[in-house]
């Protein structure tokens, strides 16, 4: 197949999203596919048209290519109209299908995948709709509320709307404060007073102009994917110390993830319930995966669903799907296959 693996883009999560794409592109490359790696905002500047995925392609340098960006994005933004870098649109046209590996705003938000739909471009992962969806942390509490899948309480707010006082919120400490559409746990604060609460805010203000406060879940994290429908084995997630935070996530040996989760086939199979339930609540397609909080009495908390997890070689999905005797690049093929389903 002609794939553009698309990554990089204007979020916080940039610097993953560039590892994902260059995992991705290699494996589907590894496949035999020609898949070439662009970055949806900056572009590729010159495109030999009669030849657009070559056969001969070094993807480590169009990886380069897009890190060389990193440092002018904030600029780069300032300047221009168009989300879509030079060539992009053009490219995906021409492909079979684009494989989003983006991650956070303006790429798992719904907003490229409404633009590519009104274009007749074919994309992996969810639609638009259950993409802003999920995207918004605060809709999806609500929708898990209202479909039975078990969530923290807590409640959204608004800048202009901004309260202090945890009893407004009907809350007590701990609780946690987090930007309501980010990603990677960039923005996310556990605290337990009043001083840490209200600097919580400020800092996850400066990110957004929502965010939200939940009751602190004190157990242990788990992820599972679900692809086309069906549960993967569970992740648990355990950090050598603090939280599964930013640092945590990226940060080699930070973290101790175990797949398949330590924990009776009857909570994993509870567990897995959830996961797929919240996904069809959601109105999810293709793929996606799914955080929970687990306490040590077994109570279980579905925390949020992304819609483009994470997808470097040792990512979690692709640790879930090792477990099933799936491979890297066969996971991402089927990835793709999933995803062209929602065209048929």
């Known amino acids: 197949m002609k794939i553009v693996v698309l990554a990089g883009g204007t979020s916080t999560e940039r610097d993953v999203s560039i590892v994902s794409g260059t995992g991705i592109c290699t494996a589907l490359r590894q496949k035999g596919h020609q898949a070439i790696l662009v970055d949806i905002f900056c572009g590729v500047d010159s495109v030999d048209w009669e030849d657009p995925f070559p056969a001969d392609y070094d993807v480590e340098q169009a990886s380069d290519y897009m890190k060389s960006f990193n440092d002018s994005i904030r600029e780069m933004e300032k300047s221009r109209r168009s989300f879509f870098g030079s060539n992009v649109l053009e490219l995906c046209r021409q492909a079979d299908i684009a494989f989003l590996g983006l991650h956070g705003a303006n790429g798992e938000d719904g907003k490229v995948q409404a633009a590519f739909d009104l274009m007749g471009i074919k994309y992996t992962g969810t639609g638009y709709l259950s993409s802003a969806m999920a995207m918004d942390k605060g809709i999806t509490k609500g929708i898990f509320r209202m479909n039975h899948v078990p969530t923290p309480k807590g409640a959204s707010m608004e800048k202009k709307e901004r309260t202090d006082n ?137 925390l949020e669903a992304n819609t483009l997890p994470g997808m470097t070689p040792t990512s979690l999905i692709p640790q879930e799907a090792a477990v099933l005797g799936i491979d890297y690049p066969s996971l991402c093929e089927e990835l793709i296959r999933v995803s062209l389903k929602k065209y048929e």
Do not use: W
């Open 166 to 302: 945890l009893k407004d919120l009907e809350l007590d400490f701990p609780v946690v404060v987090k930007t309501c559409c980010g990603g990677s746990s960039i923005g996310v604060y556990i605290v337990d007073n009043q001083a840490d609460y209200e600097k919580a805010l400020d800092q996850a203000f400066s990110y957004e102009n929502e965010v939200i406060v939940e009751e602190y879940i004190h157990g242990t994290e788990y992820t599972v994917a679900v692809v086309d429908g069906i549960a993967y084995p569970i992740v648990e997630i355990v950090p050598c110390e603090g939280f599964y935070n930013y640092e945590n996530k990226y940060k080699p040996g930070a973290t101790k993830e175990t797949c398949p989760a330590p924990i009776s086939p009857e909570l994993t199979k509870e567990m897995q319930e959830y996961a797929v339930k919240g996904y069809h609540a959601l109105g999810l397609e293709g793929y996606a995966r799914l955080d929970f909080m687990m306490t040590d009495d077994h109570k279980m908390y579905c």
